[in-house]
């Protein structure tokens, strides 16, 4: 089903940003997801955080992959670039892209089948090469598109929507980013709008690749007893006269996670989620510390949410590798291309 388009009708009272842009100029088409999806809560998020930074639209290019996740490009942000990439490759076609035009914002959109199984080397490596750029893996455990099986970041012991029980190892997107050398490493809640706008605005300044992991339920096909991730939504009628699937709307869950302690997040089955915000005097520039938090909370079944590790002093990708301050986009033809002369100078330095 094709996106649809929101009509252009602002209320005369909305509030405007240093670009004299209101909340509505950050907006997309109309979300086809499922009523409920968690992934249109991070819309929201992304829509607000974009206009209190008052980043001009034009200078954003929003990429992604494969999956419900990779469809959010299409709901913020209708005046930006953007490019929809085959499953997997959206981090490569992103350092392209930040290679050529390092000026803008980039913002990518993935879930956790498409960064974490098929495109996990890819995202490895733009970790490794700290690319500049925003991030978000909507993390929900199953492949949604293609009908609820496991994905790489499902819970060992959480079942599918048939009754089966994951035994596979989960991979963690926030352990892997800081055991190879990730910058910026922040995991969030879909459904805390006042936790995760924040973290989107410090994740888009960051000097580098800003990794944000966010939990976002899934209404439709994780909706089981035992799921870790999930919303439940409530099949009502069971026709099997008929192929036809019901997805009946499910309401969207909101919660806040408090700045200490603990939240028990129940979701619609009785099943409970624990968030655990970090703690004030949490230090978030101690890799080897954070990693070790996060594991003490792990154990005990707590999903930390928050800023987890941030380092500003690594240089990123065009720093590395010593690139023109002018984007390659905006060069003459004439120094992209120097001529033989110059090519064969350059060869004579590694002969």
């Given at each position: 089903?094709?996106?649809?388009?929101?009509?252009k009708?602002?209320h005369?009272?909305?509030?405007?940003n240093?670009?004299?842009?209101?909340v509505?100029?950050?907006?997309g088409a109309?979300?086809?997801?499922?009523a409920?999806c968690?992934?249109?809560?991070?819309?929201?998020?992304?829509?607000?955080?974009?206009?209190?930074?008052?980043?001009?639209p034009?200078?954003?290019a929003?990429?992604?992959?494969?999956?419900?996740?990779s469809?959010?490009?299409?709901?913020?942000?209708?005046?930006?670039?953007?490019?929809?990439?085959?499953?997997?490759?959206m981090?490569?076609?992103?350092?392209?892209?930040?290679?050529?035009?390092?000026d803008?914002?980039?913002?990518?959109?993935s879930?956790?089948?498409?960064?974490?199984?098929?495109?996990l080397?890819?995202?490895s490596?733009?970790?490794r090469?700290?690319?500049?750029?925003?991030?978000?893996?909507?993390?929900?455990?199953?492949?949604?598109l293609?009908?609820?099986?496991?994905?790489?970041?499902a819970?060992?012991?959480?079942?599918?929507?048939?009754?089966?029980?994951?035994?596979?190892?989960?991979?963690?997107?926030?352990?892997?980013?800081?055991?190879?050398?990730?910058t910026?490493v922040?995991?969030?809640?879909s459904?805390d709008?006042?936790?995760?706008?924040?973290?989107l605005k410090a994740?888009a300044?960051?000097?580098?690749?800003?990794?944000?992991?966010?939990t976002?339920?899934?209404?439709?096909?994780?909706?089981?007893?035992?799921?870790?991730?999930?919303?439940?939504?409530?099949?009502e009628?069971?026709l099997?006269?008929?192929?036809?699937?019901?997805?009946?709307?499910a309401?969207?869950?909101l919660a806040?996670?408090p700045?200490?302690?603990?939240?028990?997040?129940?979701?619609?089955?009785?099943?409970?989620v624990?968030?655990?915000a970090?703690?004030?005097?949490?230090?978030?520039?101690?890799?080897?510390?954070?990693?070790?938090?996060?594991?003490?909370?792990?154990?005990?079944?707590?999903?930390?949410?928050?800023?987890?590790?941030?380092?500003?002093?690594?240089e990123?990708?065009?720093?590395l590798?010593n690139?023109?301050?002018i984007?390659?986009?905006?060069?003459?033809?004439?120094?992209?291309?120097?001529?033989?002369?110059?090519?064969?100078?350059?060869?004579?330095?590694?002969?």
């Amino acid at each position: 089903m094709p996106s649809i388009t929101k009509p252009k009708v602002t209320h005369p009272g909305l509030r405007k940003n240093e670009l004299e842009l209101t909340v509505r100029d950050y907006e997309g088409a109309m979300s086809t997801l499922c009523a409920g999806c968690g992934h249109d809560s991070v819309t929201a998020a992304l829509v607000q955080a974009l206009w209190e930074l008052s980043v001009p639209p034009h200078m954003i290019a929003k990429l992604s992959g494969i999956g419900c996740s990779s469809k959010t490009t299409a709901y913020f942000a209708a005046g930006a670039h953007g490019f929809n990439s085959v499953h997997g490759r959206m981090p490569a076609i992103a350092t392209g892209a930040n290679a050529a035009n390092r000026d803008l914002l980039y913002v990518g959109i993935s879930g956790d089948g498409d960064s974490l199984s098929i495109g996990l080397g890819h995202l490895s490596h733009a970790i490794r090469r700290n690319v500049r750029m925003l991030y978000i893996i909507e993390n929900n455990g199953v492949y949604g598109l293609t009908k609820g099986q496991f994905s790489a970041s499902a819970d060992i012991g959480s079942r599918s929507k048939r009754g089966e029980p994951n035994t596979v190892m989960p991979i963690d997107p926030v352990m892997l980013g800081l055991s190879i050398g990730a910058t910026f490493v922040a995991r969030a809640f879909s459904g805390d709008k006042q936790q995760l706008v924040p973290i989107l605005k410090a994740a888009a300044r960051h000097r580098g690749f800003a990794l944000v992991d966010v939990t976002s339920p899934c209404v439709t096909f994780n909706d089981h007893e035992g799921s870790t991730k999930s919303y439940l939504y409530t099949r009502e009628h069971d026709l099997k006269v008929t192929s036809t699937d019901f997805v009946p709307p499910a309401p969207e869950i909101l919660a806040t996670i408090p700045p200490t302690g603990h939240a028990l997040i129940p979701m619609h089955d009785g099943s409970l989620v624990r968030f655990h915000a970090v703690p004030p005097d949490y230090d978030p520039t101690n890799r080897v510390a954070v990693m070790d938090y996060l594991q003490q909370h792990h154990d005990r079944g707590e999903v930390v949410t928050g800023l987890l590790y941030v380092d500003e002093s690594v240089e990123d990708v065009h720093e590395l590798n010593n690139t023109s301050h002018i984007p390659l986009a905006q060069l003459p033809y004439e120094r992209l291309c120097p001529g033989a002369d110059a090519l064969e100078r350059l060869q004579e330095r590694f002969r």
